[in-house]
């Protein structure tokens, strides 16, 4: 008996240890994504002057803004805080059609398609200084 009861806590032991250090499908997207995938880029920044809140990107920046999202790393976080501060939004647009969005929330979180991810500060102070140049276009879908 006491034999089952010691493989049985060994197996749950094993299985948690795999949950956690599983990644997250948002992560595994991010790193992966080639330039070759991408057919647009835009950007939103919020709060900001209105004619600078957004930018379509030219393709000569998306071996930059790709770069940047390969980097991508952190913890899933179910229930983050809400945050006071900026935001800047990448929507990335790929060869096939789909729309993903790539956030920095306040140099606090990531965020992929609506999943929060702690990805420290110290890399995302890094990268959320994009220049944008032109007012949100009407009938934007955020």
Known sequence: MQKII?????LLIILAMLTSCATD???????????SDV?????VRMPAMYNERYKDFEETDFDRIVEIINNSKGKRINNPEGINGGCITFYITTTDGARHTFSNNGNTYLVIDGVS?????????????ETLNDKVPDGFEY
């Open 39 to 43: 057919s647009r880029i835009e950007a």
């Open 117 to 129: 991810f702690d990805a420290g500060y110290d890399w995302l102070s890094t990268w959320g200084e």
């Open 25 to 35: 499908d948002n992560i595994l997207w991010a790193q992966n994504l080639k330039v």
């Open 6 to 10: 010691t493989s049985g806590a060994t």
